[in-house]
């Protein structure tokens, strides 16, 4: 009866160590719609560190980050949240490790703001940190610029103001892992910034973070470790200073690209390389792609084992 | 756009309150909403249950035979030993024989059916589920008729109600795996599930009525139309246990319900084991749906207008909007009733006539102001 009731003595998780593992894939192989979209993932998502999977349409960064958040099922290896097997857990005990963002933000019904960031509350119900709901709430609020949208619904939020409200619901979990997915597509600079630098501010405090990015620039600036993600295997995994090289990013994303230290930071900057517009030429040549073979590539640097 | 002005109107000054709360962090309990909000949800559950009891105390006494409401509360108290003193013998009798079980009927039936819209809408996450419209009532009617017309009696006085359940339930998961696809169901598929349902239940009920004798059609064709006027104890005995179980488990996953609206995936990311949620509540949607039918027929947009009215007063949280659609239900079909039997005196309209004649031009307007405010529901 208790359980019907939603109410039931939940083990509280404890704060990780720095640098402990939150969430790892060990061989990990999915299969959807009869296509191998991840085949042989090794990754670690570790407290203190903002982990951004970076890779071109169709990588397997959105599968990736569903099976990490216990939303899909490895046909084969194993994900594991907190040193336990991701099927293992209890969608209510995970709750309380791990919090998602999804890559929209949508709603049935139209909820005040407030309540929106309140539901990601939820999971802490009938424990002892059920106290902390107010402040978290207003802490999420603050820290995303939300707090001015109070008195309005979701539905009558631009696309970028919802990501940001959905964001705050996702932090206002407080959970040791965060896990984002393209929480920046829909802002403007200034919000991207933001969000990045919560991100930061997340692992600063200990938590672990995995952000998937298109944004290659803000993932040079901002993560300590990024995975290239390509033809569903990691092509390379590192500091994004010695993963971010010409020859790999336009291998990956079948578009040359130009990678220099910024004048002022020395962080990486990336950039397309793009044809010298003039008069005569005013469409950039084709680029000669290398074509996309299904066998996978050799160049794995971090000589990780392929699966 | 859409929905800002509608939900800032009820609850005035919520911007205010919410700011002007925060800084003080005064220690609120859990799962607090805005001030401005709760004080509205009190409100209304006031209001609701006050109009509730005015309603069933006029209601038992308006009628072909008018009992003085003072006659029908001192008759009450003397029931109840608290004083009072009792009518002649035929008072008594049209109060506690005929009035009262019809007006207690009237309140379980609107109950279930406001209740059951609610979760539905919850459920599927569209504002437009209904047990009318998407062919629920009609289904639970299949197993109503074919009960009555094969003349059936193995569960006894239950045997209409558990029909309609099993009808219902099939029914709801029938219409659940079809509308759904990729974890959400369209408005446009939702309502052509609805058209297909109902002209299949409707298909049915005329094969049983074909094969059925001249009394078993009168009887159907009564029982159709929607109307309480065959209220007895025993009848009301028939639906309670559905109803009142249905009615208690309900508001246990109002919250979840809310976080349910987040989309599925997000609503298991927060902790919500979302296969035995739904499970369990559309189990509960058949048990209301079928109480509303085997003894009332099909009642049609109750389950509609009565959450979507409540929505718009105080916002879409479901901890108020379950039982919140559990009040305003019994008092629209308390009201209906009354007005069914009284409208056209000494001849009676069937409930389930009036409930649609009110029912969709409200319909109507609700498609015209979503039309304006969002572009219409897509």
Redesign the interface.
């Known amino acids: 009866m208790r359980t019907?009731?939603?109410i039931r003595g939940r083990e509280l998780p404890e704060r990780p160590a720095p640098g402990a593992v939150l969430a790892e894939a060990r061989g990990l192989h999915v299969r959807l719609g009869g296509r191998e979209v991840l085949a042989g993932i090794e990754l670690s998502a570790r407290a203190g560190e903002v982990l951004a999977l970076v890779g071109p349409n169709g990588a397997g960064k959105s599968t990736l980050f569903g099976a990490l958040?216990a939303?899909l099922r490895a046909d084969r290896g194993t994900v594991r949240i907190a040193d336990r097997p991701a099927g293992e857990w209890?969608?209510?005990?995970?709750?309380?490790r791990?919090?998602?963002l999804?890559q929209s933000a949508?709603?049935?019904?139209?909820?005040?703001v407030?309540?929106?960031v309140?539901?990601?509350?939820?999971?802490w119900?009938g424990t002892a940190l059920?106290?902390e709901?107010?402040?978290a709430v207003?802490e999420a609020m603050a820290a995303t610029e939300t707090?001015e949208f109070?008195?309005?619904?979701f539905?009558?939020l631009s696309g970028g103001e919802r990501a940001r409200v959905a964001l705050a619901?996702a932090l206002a979990?407080r959970t040791s892992l965060l896990l984002l997915d393209e929480p920046t597509a829909a802002l403007d600079l200034r919000h991207q910034e933001l969000v990045l630098r919560i991100c930061r501010e997340r692992a600063a405090a200990g938590d672990g973070v995995v952000v998937v990015l298109h944004d290659l620039g803000l993932a040079a600036a901002y993560a300590d470790r990024v995975a290239v993600l390509h033809e569903g295997r990691i092509a390379a995994e590192g500091e994004p200073a010695e993963v971010f090289d010409d020859e790999l990013l336009s291998r990956v994303y079948r578009q040359p690209v130009e990678v220099f230290p910024h004048p002022r930071s020395g962080e990486p900057v990336v950039v397309p390389r793009r044809e010298q517009r003039s008069p005569n030429a005013p469409v950039p040549a084709p680029v000669p792609a290398p074509i996309p073979s299904p066998i996978p590539s050799p160049a794995n640097r971090t000589g990780e084992p392929n699966g | 756009?859409?929905?800002?002005a509608?939900?800032?109107a009820p609850e005035a000054g919520?911007?205010e309150a919410?700011?002007a709360v925060?800084p003080a962090?005064t220690?609120?309990p859990?799962?607090?909403?805005?001030r401005g909000?709760r004080s509205t949800a009190y409100l209304l559950t006031a209001g609701l249950l006050g109009a509730l009891f005015l309603v069933a105390l006029v209601s038992a006494g308006y009628g072909a035979y008018d009992i003085p409401l003072s006659d029908v509360i001192a008759s009450a108290r003397h029931r109840m030993g608290l004083g009072g003193q009792p009518l002649d013998r035929v008072g008594e009798s049209v109060l506690w024989n005929v009035r009262l079980p019809r007006v207690v009927l009237a309140l379980l039936v609107g109950a279930s059916l406001g209740c059951a819209g609610a979760l539905m809408q919850g459920v599927f996450?569209?504002?437009l589920a209904e047990p009318g419209i998407i062919g629920i009532s009609s289904g639970a009617a299949v197993g109503a008729v074919a009960s009555i017309a094969l003349g059936l009696t193995f569960f006894g006085n239950w045997t209409i109600t558990v029909f309609a359940f099993a009808a219902g339930l099939v029914t709801v998961l029938l219409v659940y795996a079809l509308s759904r696809s990729g974890g959400?169901t369209e408005v446009v598929t939702l309502i052509l599930t609805g058209i297909a349902v109902n002209a299949f239940a409707g298909a049915l009920i005329g094969l049983f009525i074909f094969f059925a004798d001249n009394a078993q059609i009168t009887q159907i064709t009564f029982w159709q139309l929607g109307s309480l006027s065959q209220a007895t104890w025993p009848k009301v005995l028939a639906v309670l246990p559905c109803t009142v179980l249905g009615l208690l488990i309900a508001p246990?996953y109002a919250?979840?319900l809310?976080?349910?609206?987040?989309?599925e995936?997000?609503a298991?990311?927060?902790?919500?084991?979302?296969e035995r949620l739904r499970i369990v509540l559309i189990l509960v949607v058949a048990l209301l749906t079928a109480a509303a039918v085997a003894v009332a027929g099909i009642i049609t947009f109750v389950g509609l207008l009565v959450p979507h009215l409540l929505?718009m007063a105080n916002?879409?949280?479901h901890r108020f909007l379950v039982p919140g659609s559990a009040l305003g239900g019994a008092l629209v079909l308390a009201l209906g009733d009354l007005a069914a039997r009284t409208v056209a005196e000494p001849a009676e309209l069937p409930l389930g006539v009036l409930t649609a004649l009110f029912g969709s031009p409200f319909f109507f307007w609700l498609l015209r102001r979503t039309r304006r405010k969002?572009g219409g529901w897509a």
Request: glycine share 10%; aromatic share 4%.
């Open positions: 019907l009731f939603g958040a939303d209890k969608a209510g005990e995970l709750a309380l791990r919090a998602v999804p949508a709603l049935s019904f139209p909820f005040p407030e309540e929106v309140r539901m990601g509350r939820a999971p119900a059920e106290d709901d107010d402040e207003a707090a109070t008195g309005r619904t539905a009558a619901r979990q | 756009m859409s929905t800002e509608e939900s800032r919520s911007a919410g700011t925060r962090r220690p609120v859990p799962a607090a909403v805005p909000r996450g569209n504002p959400k246990f919250r979840k809310d976080l349910l609206s987040l989309g995936r997000s298991r990311h927060l902790g919500v084991d979302v929505r916002g879409p949280g969002q």
